[in-house]
């Protein structure tokens, strides 16, 4: 009786465990510390996917690889209330889930601060899509699964991402509405940005952008918070005002560098520089400047003057050959032919008359 009730029990435990494999759109996920060349393989049944982030001035990639047919089975599913879209997403990512406890336990010294920003990075990581561009509907939201595959979407659809991995993780979240934007809320010992609602204080969690931790609350988001809703795997009603709002200053989004290696860990609060005039720099000496003797202008005359010289050497020469040669040479000839003169009209003598 025994050994039949226990391999009732062992059957169940196989059904169960069945279930919730096939429940997990993720066949296979790896996260690995730094950045890796390895792609995850595609093939007619699976998608893969790779990505790359980074935190504390480290990159990660994590490798997954998504069931094609259940990732087309969600086109047709209902998708107006958005806790029950965190809590599927919550059973479907469960190897993702357990991908980022296998980091946490390879980082003991991490804080639940740290390990709460580690899934923001990766979740920020992701560009962000508005609905009418990508889906062709306004407002359109995503299953979890369904951002992972398109890379991206817009705050509610990362807010939902993130807000079921957490919730996988055992946290404690909220829906937090601001005008025109969502975020998620996580109750724990932080710091910053929070809001309380039926006792419990959930602190600011931007999941658009790159470099927002828990607690910072950009200032696009606005400083007033409209609603609060816990997520819990039931429907709820309208969207219930938060008994108490306490919000630290909003700071402006740093820019994303180019570099991945130097993503910021937090944003800057924007100040005000103060002008300060501009010393005069004395000029250096260099070996290569011309200096005041040896200048281009001086350089310039010196060579006008020597060319000018030869100019004038080049036309007295000939000009006082010439002068010689007609003037005075004429003078000497005539002097030499002064003694004798010949004239062709004297007769000539014989010896014999002298």
Not at 3 to 27: C, Q, T
Not at 51 to 65: A, D, E, G, I, S
Not at 124 to 132: A, G, H, K, N, R
Not at 234 to 247: C, D, E, L, R, W
Request: a negative charge.
């Amino acid at each position: 009786m025994h050994i039949r009730s226990l391999i009732v029990l062992l059957f169940i435990g196989l059904l169960i465990n069945v279930d919730a494999i096939a429940k997990d759109a993720l066949s296979s996920v790896q996260i690995v510390e730094g950045i890796t060349q390895q792609r995850p393989s595609q093939t007619r049944q699976t998608i893969g996917r790779r990505y790359v982030w980074n935190f504390k001035k480290r990159p990660y990639t994590v490798l997954m690889t998504i069931d094609l047919e259940r990732y087309n089975s969600y086109s047709g599913k209902e998708r107006y209330d958005i806790p029950k879209l965190v809590e599927e997403g919550r059973t479907t990512l469960s190897n993702l889930t357990r991908e980022f406890e296998r980091t946490f336990k390879q980082n003991r010294s991490w804080t639940k601060q740290d390990r709460v920003d580690f899934v923001l990075s990766f979740v920020q990581s992701l560009p962000y899509t508005f609905d009418d561009v990508t889906t062709g509907f306004d407002e359109f939201r995503r299953y979890a699964v369904e951002t992972l595959i398109e890379g991206g979407g817009d705050c509610e659809d990362t807010t939902i991402l993130v807000a079921a991995i957490l919730r996988g993780l055992g946290e404690k979240t909220a829906l937090i509405f601001t005008p025109g934007h969502i975020a998620l809320g996580v109750s724990g010992d932080f710091s910053g940005t929070s809001v309380t609602y039926d006792g419990t204080k959930y602190y600011y969690c931007e999941t658009t952008g790159t470099g927002w931790t828990v607690g910072v609350m950009p200032v696009s988001s606005g400083s007033t918070v409209e609603a609060v809703v816990p997520l819990s795997p039931s429907k709820v009603g309208p969207a219930p005002k938060p008994n108490k709002t306490t919000i630290t200053p909003p700071v402006e989004p740093k820019p994303t560098p180019k570099d991945p290696d130097l993503t910021p860990e937090k944003p800057p609060i924007k100040t005000t520089p103060v002008p300060v005039e501009p010393k005069p720099e004395e000029p250096k000496p260099d070996s290569k400047e011309p200096t005041e003797k040896n200048t281009p202008e001086s350089n310039n005359i010196i060579g006008g003057i020597i060319a000018t010289l030869f100019f004038i050497l080049g036309l007295g020469v000939p000009i006082g050959y010439l002068v010689y040669r007609f003037v005075f040479a004429d003078d000497d000839d005539d002097d030499r032919y002064d003694d004798t003169v010949y004239d062709d009209t004297t007769e000539s003598k014989s010896p014999l008359d002298w």
